[in-house]
Nanobody
Framework: QVQLVETGGGLVQPGGSLRLSCVAS????????MGWYRQAPRMPRELVAI???????NYADSVKGRFTISRDNAKNTVLLQMNSLKPEDTAVYYC?????????WGQGTQVTVSS
């Protein structure tokens, strides 16, 4: 059974930083590209960042230069370092493989950027 557990969200002021973590189990983690996704209220879920099995990365234009995705295959963990946060980054953040698999969504972690 695949399980993806996201942690690290919270309330932060504009310009602040957060680091999200996702621990995966039940998949061959090192062989999978992984992604961070987010869903804001009343909006569809969107892909934020991808990291390939070999470590290559790609980002949505809206977060490029501010967010950094990384992975630790020894710990089955994918991280998202978020800097210079903006109110429009407010959303529930999820990890999943890339492309995503519908039955693998976890609970996500809430990120709220507000003064």
């Amino acid at each position: 059974q695949v399980q993806l557990v996201e942690t690290g969200g919270g309330l932060v002021q504009p310009g602040g930083s957060l680091r999200l973590s996702c621990v995966a189990s039940g998949i061959s983690f090192s062989m999978n590209a992984m992604g961070w996704y987010r869903q804001a209220p009343r909006m569809p879920r969107e892909l934020v960042a991808i990291i390939g099995s070999g470590g290559s990365t790609n980002y949505a234009d809206s977060v490029k230069g501010r967010f950094t995705i990384s992975r630790d295959n020894a710990k089955n963990t994918v991280l998202l370092q978020m800097n210079s946060l903006k109110p429009e980054d407010t959303a529930v953040y999820y990890c999943n493989t890339a492309p995503s698999v519908p039955d693998r969504w976890g609970q996500g972690t809430q990120v709220t950027v507000s003064s």
